[in-house]
């Protein structure tokens, strides 16, 4: 297959191209670097198959080869990023999957869209299945990330009732591993930099709130089948395995032999009390699940990080 996957260059565009290279495929990855970095994608021309153009989605794209996928992965998705880029974030959910779509229209490719579990908000259901229509604040300070992915969804379904696009929607739970940007503000990254650097590990209200952490690699494989199923209603793609922030602060801290303090802050507006996915439909449609527990996807991350604050303080002493 030729696809083209936007946001190629982020943390998990870029794990996820590498997926479709390693099976044979040919990646056209498009990314603007807003959020993405080089770093991420540089290595991807060594497997073959791989090109990269820079190119904002906002902006329509046009591509002269035969397409079988378009997969748009390209949004800040972080709440340091989507906070800071309210106006991008919810460009890039409307007329970046607007242009996305029309690509795979006129290419008569498969879609896939990468949505979230943001789009629960702060749930009443618990844990979270597909057919839960979500609690979110569409005013409030997440409502940008929140409500630019629902609407994602619900243009990716017209597309699919009104064209007859052949698509597919993804719903991403907390994933983690290597290529996160040590400041891009979620709480495994936060944790892990600051457990390295000996710096109070901060924790949002009492830390009891719960979240469930995937590993990259076991994202990256649901994501993979997802694509390559006959699924179009949306499907939850992440670790059912529930932990609370705190529970996480002390895996970071034994795992890294760190003796951080533990810094407690104002729990942010709207901040979900829990979330955990219901992966009923994607064990049995995909006979996936996930396979790295959150220590050992811990063991396997930090040395990624260790490398990148290294690399961190010595272009600071060089400068």
């Given at each position: 297959m030729r696809i083209v996957l936007t946001g190629a260059a982020g943390f998990l565009g870029s794990h996820l191209a590498e997926r479709f290279l390693e099976d044979g495929h040919e990646v056209i990855g498009v990314d603007n670097f807003i959020t993405?970095?080089?770093?991420?994608?540089?290595?991807?021309?060594?497997?073959?198959?791989?090109?990269?153009?820079?190119?904002?989605?906002?902006?329509?794209?046009?591509?002269?080869?035969?397409?079988?996928?378009?997969?748009?992965?390209?949004?800040?998705?972080?709440?340091?990023?989507?906070?800071?880029?309210?106006?991008?974030?919810?460009?890039?959910?409307?007329?970046?999957?607007?242009?996305?779509?029309?690509?795979?229209?006129?290419?008569g490719a498969r879609f896939l869209i990468a949505s979230t579990s943001e789009v629960y908000g702060d749930p009443l259901v618990h844990p979270q299945p597909e057919t839960y229509w979500g609690n979110v604040n569409p005013i409030g300070l997440r409502g940008v990330y929140d409500e630019a992915k629902r609407f994602a969804e619900a243009m990716?379904?017209?597309?699919?009732?009104?064209?007859?696009?052949?698509?597919?929607?993804?719903?991403?739970?907390?994933?983690?591993?290597?290529?996160?940007?040590?400041?891009?503000?979620?709480?495994?990254?936060?944790f892990i930099v600051q457990a390295l650097r000996g710096d109070p590990l901060t924790i949002y209200g009492d830390g009891s709130q719960t979240r469930s952490f995937c590993f990259v690699k076991d994202e990256v494989e649901g994501i993979y089948r997802l694509f390559n199923s006959?699924?179009?209603?949306?499907?939850?793609?992440?670790?059912?395995?529930?932990?609370?922030?705190?529970?996480?602060?002390?895996?970071?801290?034994?795992e890294t032999g760190s003796d951080s303090a533990i810094a407690s802050l104002p729990l942010p507006p709207d901040d979900p009390k829990v979330r955990q996915p219901d992966i009923t439909v994607a064990r049995d449609l995909l006979g996936w699940e996930p396979q790295v527990g959150l220590r050992e996807g811990i063991r396997?991350?930090?040395?990624?990080?260790?490398?990148?604050l290294e690399r961190h303080d010595a272009r600071a002493r060089n400068i």
């Open positions: 993405g970095s080089r770093d991420n994608s540089e290595h991807l021309a060594g497997l073959g198959g791989f090109s990269l153009i820079e190119h904002d989605i906002t902006n329509p794209l046009f591509i002269d080869d035969d397409i079988d996928g378009v997969l748009h992965f390209a949004s800040p998705a972080s709440p340091v990023d989507y906070l800071e880029l309210p106006i991008q974030t919810l460009k890039v959910g409307s007329l970046g999957t607007h242009n996305a779509l029309g690509l795979a229209m006129a290419k990716t379904m017209a597309y699919h009732r009104y064209h007859g696009v052949d698509t597919r929607i993804l719903r991403i739970f907390n994933t983690y591993g290597p290529r996160m940007r040590p400041g891009d503000g979620r709480v495994v990254s936060n006959d699924r179009v209603e949306p499907t939850n793609i992440g670790n059912p395995h529930e932990f609370t922030v705190r529970e996480l602060a002390d895996v970071v801290l034994e396997r991350t930090l040395p990624y990080f260790r490398g990148e």
